[in-house]
């Protein structure tokens, strides 16, 4: 009988999950089309790059702080009000819902570059053609892909189904799709009294913006593990990448997150910009957040490569 640590559930909940991430995933893509295809040579209002911008803003702070630091590691505590905000935000990233994403990612850590991991960059054959086929793999080919849908053991996520902010939040994830998308339209129809405009709107501040956050976190899967620094021992190939570590929110500092899972803080070394871990030190200053993780110089420099 398979054990308690290997139970997984039925199948049909992660087919339909793929089908959600895959529409999810093209959405954007075409409304990207539709921005060059309409706006080529054209300039974009103000109203709309600011949308973008705070949109982007927002939902960024909602995948790092609320998704991955929270959720997935329980690197800070907050109260149900903020949990709630923070997977709202999350949700308006359209990355999928908080639980299937945090499991996942959780998933990710346990088999980290070893089979078993969902993105692995390093698990598709040697040479060139492996590392390209893996890239692929790691930064989106693994929505579609159905090995493995079902082996989400249910270890990674029975804190996540017994949390009642998560699971309805969670159970909303097609409100947050239509308000995502809804409130750039309602701003921009506002602002430009036109359902043109609106539209105009939606495209740069919701599908647009969908698609650059989008491409940004998955950089993280393919890129951060395998171009970049490795300061850190750890026993994946997990890289930093300051390229990438203001768009991501201090994400691309990923070899320390992998060195160091529990932190609320990747950017844990001098002139590491990490727009997330500055979020949450706002959020600790105001009384939002407490019990901050975060590893001593001590800690860091038993886990340096060099020692």
């Not at 093209?26 to 921005?35: D, E, K, Q, T």
């Not at 995948?63 to 991955?68: K, L, R």
């Not at 990710?108 to 060139?128: K, N, Q, R, T, W």
């Amino acid at each position: 009988m398979e054990s308690v640590s290997r139970q997984t559930l039925p199948e049909p909940h992660y087919l339909l999950r793929r089908i959600v991430t895959a529409i999810g995933v093209s959405i954007p893509m075409i409304g990207v089309l539709i921005a060059l295809g309409l706006f080529w040579g054209v300039a974009v209002r103000p109203v709309d790059l600011a949308l973008l911008f705070v949109f982007y803003t927002l939902t960024g702070v909602g995948i790092s702080v609320g998704y991955h630091r929270l959720f997935t590691h329980s690197a800070f505590q907050t109260s149900a009000a903020m949990r709630g905000a923070l997977a709202i935000l999350g949700s308006f990233a359209l990355e999928g819902g908080v639980i299937g994403w945090a499991c996942e990612h959780r998933k990710h850590h346990a088999y980290s570059d070893v089979e078993g991991d969902p993105h692995s960059p390093h698990v598709s054959g040697p040479g060139v053609k492996g590392k390209v086929k893996g890239l692929w793999h790691a930064h989106m080919g693994w929505f579609f892909s159905t090995k493995g849908m079902a082996e989400t053991e249910l270890r990674f996520r029975r804190d996540l189904d017994a949390d009642p902010v998560l699971k309805t939040v969670d159970r909303l994830y097609f409100l947050w799709i239509l308000l995502t998308l809804g409130i750039p339209f309602a701003v921009g129809y506002a602002v430009g009294g036109t359902l043109w405009l609106g539209f105009e709107a939606m495209v740069w501040g919701g599908l647009v913006r969908i698609f650059l956050g989008h491409h940004i976190t998955w950089s993280i899967n393919s890129i951060c593990h395998m171009f970049g620094s490795r300061p850190y021992k750890a026993r994946d190939e997990s890289r930093n990448n300051f390229l990438l570590a203001l768009p991501s929110f201090g994400e691309s500092w990923h070899n320390n997150h992998h060195a160091f899972p529990a932190s609320a803080i990747f950017g844990i070394d001098r002139g590491q910009l990490d727009l997330g871990a500055l979020t949450i030190r706002l959020f600790e200053r105001l009384g939002l957040v407490w019990n901050v993780n975060a590893p001593n110089e001590s800690q860091r420099a038993l886990r340096r490569a060099s020692a």
